[in-house]
């Protein structure tokens, strides 16, 4: 988008109602995503919990959902580093067709002692004008010995205390626990504080302080800080709160040609390795691949070593919104006296006649993340994700998908993303993937069209005994459809065959324009994610999607 086409949300004085005499309305937006009506009549019952974890027996029966479009990383006047007000950011979120956001501010001691409340009152004041968007307040946790963190709870008496709280206690960036280099004095004390944090914020939640909270690890390969044994460590603490990670962080318009220099890549992942780097990451692993982290897009890879536990570690996409590319807009003008540290705040910005440096797209203009609720509500959301009910896309590459996988012998719409189908050895089953195309231009006209579907299939073997390990030998793409030329909604009906072991399946997909063979090699992965050249990575010619896992247990195993 350029310069002369921002629309009119761009201008912090433009209110909703003003969208809404423009044609843009909130009511609008969710009936155009088939979204409006299903979220208000899908909720006759609770929402599902997975079938073989519960004790059901074999097959499985998930509930009809409906996918909320949402946005857990965005910035505002109360991160340091950003500059938007949450009008601007939600009118943008709204145009883009997003049902939920996170404002995610970054921690430090201004934001902790004035800007958090200071936000929360804002967020109340955004939550009664945008009754159909669902804003929730969070943190963007340093955390100790490692990288960053989504932290976000439930609407309630108590969130913003809740949150306050924990940047004080637990945050590495205010304790000065920053050190994780292998071998260093505090490196030890430092990651045992990051799960202490995640413990504690599991004991709120037991406890009723707060409703919910759910925590999500950002952009996890971007400095090479996040170790496998860290990250399994914060799942181990508390499965229930840590819940994933981002599979391709924001950040996504780093790269467009000619933009921000000629070493750009997309998600700003332009580092090396460093003394605080985990030594067992390759170099190659400090890149996007499509615009997804290499910890999602390499199959047998990092992700992979993790869902081959039997455990779901969930992805995410989004924004990461600081400064969008080619807007207009800057930071204010301090007042005398004043600066982040006395008011946790920044001024709000003022146009200017000029493109303002930035990486990053608004929220849902590029990067969406679906959750399947069966009620629309705060709760609902959290509830989803916990559950893993989630895909990822790029470009608003699909308008939907929904995936089941059922037996044979089955009635009934079996388990879908992220949940758990128990079946024998030798049952046979059938893999529903329902796709529905783009039926409308993106934010950059183009009309996306999705050139492929592979099917990936794990192996679980169970607890790693390297808690380091970031392969997964046994998984690998076992099918792929060719879906370009479809339109409208349809369905692929992949046959599959329980063998000896427990597995999981996910999927993948993209617009076909940029692939090669994945890092692990074309007997892995024939035609997988690749680096783009740096300074020449225009996020709108190389679109993926991604989902959830589904898991399938073996029974005896």
């Known amino acids: 988008m350029t310069e002369q086409q921002l629309p009119s949300w761009a201008d912090p004085s433009v209110s909703p109602a003003d969208l809404d005499a423009q044609g843009v309305s909130r009511r609008q937006l969710l009936r155009r995503a088939g979204l409006f009506g299903a979220v208000f009549t899908l909720g006759a019952g609770p929402l599902a919990t997975s079938a073989s974890a519960a004790g059901r027996g074999y097959g499985g029966n998930d509930p009809r959902l409906a996918y909320l479009v949402g946005d857990h990383h965005v910035h505002s006047v109360y991160s340091h580093d950003a500059k938007y007000t949450f009008s601007q950011q939600a009118e943008a979120a709204a145009t883009y067709g997003l049902d939920w956001m996170v404002f995610n501010e970054h921690s430090n001691f201004g934001h902790a002692s004035y800007g958090a409340k200071s936000e929360h009152a804002e967020i109340l004041k955004a939550r009664a004008a945008n009754p159909r968007q669902l804003i929730f307040q969070g943190l963007e946790w340093y955390i100790p010995a490692a990288e960053h963190c989504t932290v976000f709870a439930a609407p309630g008496r108590n969130e913003v205390d809740l949150l306050t709280q924990f940047e004080l206690a637990y945050d590495g960036k205010l304790l000065g626990y920053t050190e994780g280099s292998a071998g260093a004095t505090d490196t030890a004390r430092n990651e045992a504080h990051a799960v202490k944090a995640v413990k504690w914020l599991a004991a709120q939640r037991r406890s009723g302080y707060v409703d919910d909270v759910l925590v999500l690890a950002n952009h996890p390969l971007r400095l090479g800080i996040d170790s496998p044994h860290e990250m399994r460590a914060w799942r181990d603490a508390a499965p229930e709160i840590m819940i994933g990670m981002e599979g391709a962080p924001g950040a996504q318009g780093a790269a467009l040609p000619g933009w921000r220099g000629a070493t750009s890549i997309r998600g700003e992942y332009e580092n090396k390795p460093s003394a605080q780097s985990w030594s067992g990451y390759p170099t190659d692993a400090y890149v996007t691949y499509g615009g997804f982290d290499w910890a999602t897009a390499t199959v047998g890879g990092l992700w992979d070593s993790m869902l081959a536990e039997g455990r779901l570690f969930s992805i995410t996409t989004n924004s990461d919104n600081h400064r969008t590319v080619y807007d207009t807009w800057a930071n204010g003008a301090w007042p005398d006296g004043q600066n982040f540290d006395n008011t946790g705040k920044l001024p709000d910005p003022v146009q200017t006649d000029s493109p303002q440096p930035g990486s990053d797209f608004w929220p849902g203009e590029f990067s969406r993340t679906h959750v399947g609720v069966t009620r629309y509500g705060y709760r609902e959301v959290m509830a989803g994700m916990r559950a893993g009910r989630v895909w990822v896309d790029h470009g608003h590459l699909l308008d939907g998908l929904d995936v089941r996988l059922k ?103 993209s617009d076909g324009k940029r692939h090669g063979a994945g890092y692990l090699g074309a007997s892995v992965d024939p035609h997988g994610p690749i680096p783009h050249e740096p300074g020449n990575g225009d996020p709108w010619a190389d679109t993926w999607f991604y989902s959830n896992p589904i898991f399938v247990d073996l029974a005896g195993n």
């Open 407 to 509: 037996r044979d012998c089955d009635h009934g719409q079996g388990v879908t993303l992220g949940g758990r189908l128990r079946v024998r050895k030798g049952d046979r089953l059938t893999l529903n993937i329902t796709a529905t195309t783009a039926s409308r231009p993106n934010a950059q006209g183009i009309l996306p069209e999705l050139a492929h579907v592979d099917v990936i299939r794990g192996a679980v073997r169970g607890a790693v005994s390297d808690r380091d390990a970031w392969r997964a030998p046994d998984t690998k793409v076992v099918r792929t459809a060719d879906v370009g030329g479809r339109k409208g909604t349809y369905t692929l009906r992949i046959p599959v065959t329980a063998g000896d072991e427990s597995f999981y399946l996910r999927l993948r997909g």
